[in-house]
């Protein structure tokens, strides 16, 4: 192994310990429990020496943003790290939704109709359901995906009661040049007037505002892997 690779292995086992400990910390602030926030650790265009740096570490909770990418990289690490858990945190097109569907144990960004039925579709085929977030576009920006919070609540409800799928949380992305704070708040509101336990907002530049707006999982790439080599 080059020295190269030994060197960013152990820096992914220090960036990991070190973000735990401020996860650990943001928690005291708030007043809240030591396992109330779960870190999804991004692993999107990192390699796979980098990610099983962080397995070999106990860490097992991961995110990636593409299905194909996935489908490249996962299904050997999970062979080798059976409960290994990966979280979809990016768009999802439902030509992939019977792949992802495989390869995930949750989909944080389902935000349409469509894919929704495509969804509890391809789970009735494969005989069980997968756990599902809805995505909420909290600063209602035209190019970013998820529902605008005016219409969280009905689709939750729809997709809920109607499709019958199985959804247990919320997530955002906050605008880069705003206050994350504010949209962390606005879809805290939104999950508790609908019962729903689980909220997926922070990344490394603001998890630990998530944590005191009530996160319950913090999605965090770069402060753990470094900076993504081709974005
Ligand atoms: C890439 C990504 C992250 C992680 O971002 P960092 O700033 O690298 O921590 C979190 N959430 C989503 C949806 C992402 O696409």
């Known amino acids: 192994m080059s020295i190269n690779k030994v060197d960013s292995q152990i820096n992914v086992a220090n960036n990991l310990m070190l973000i735990n400990q401020k996860i650990q910390a943001a928690l005291k602030r708030a007043t809240r429990q030591k396992d109330d926030v779960q870190l999804i650790a991004v692993s999107k265009v990192q390699p796979v020496e980098k990610i099983e740096a962080a397995l070999v570490k106990g860490h097992r909770l991961f ?20 409960d290994a858990k990966l979280h979809l945190i990016g768009p999802l097109q439902t030509n992939k939704v019977k792949d992802a569907i495989m390869l995930f144990d949750v989909i944080e960004t389902l935000d349409r109709l469509k894919l929704a039925e495509e969804i509890k579709k391809q789970s009735v085929k494969k005989g069980s359901d997968i756990t599902c977030y809805v995505q909420v576009n909290t600063g209602e920006e035209e190019q970013k995906a998820g529902v605008f919070p005016a219409e969280a609540e009905k689709f939750v409800k729809h997709c809920q009661d109607t499709v019958g799928l199985n959804i247990k949380g919320l997530m955002c992305i906050p605008p880069v040049n705003e206050e ?52």
Do not use: C
């Not at 995110?63 to 059976?82: D, M």
């Not at 907002?201 to 505002?209: K, L, R």
């Open 63 to 82: 995110g990636e943003n593409r299905v194909q990418e996935a489908a490249l990289k996962w299904p050997a690490l999970k062979i080798k790290y059976p």
């Open 180 to 231: 994350s704070a504010l949209h962390f708040s606005l879809l805290g509101e939104i999950a508790g007037r609908l019962k729903l336990p689980i909220l997926s907002m922070g990344m490394s530049d603001d998890f630990e505002t998530a944590i005191a707006f009530g996160a319950t999982h913090v999605r965090i790439g770069s402060s753990i892997f470094g900076r993504r080599e081709n974005s």
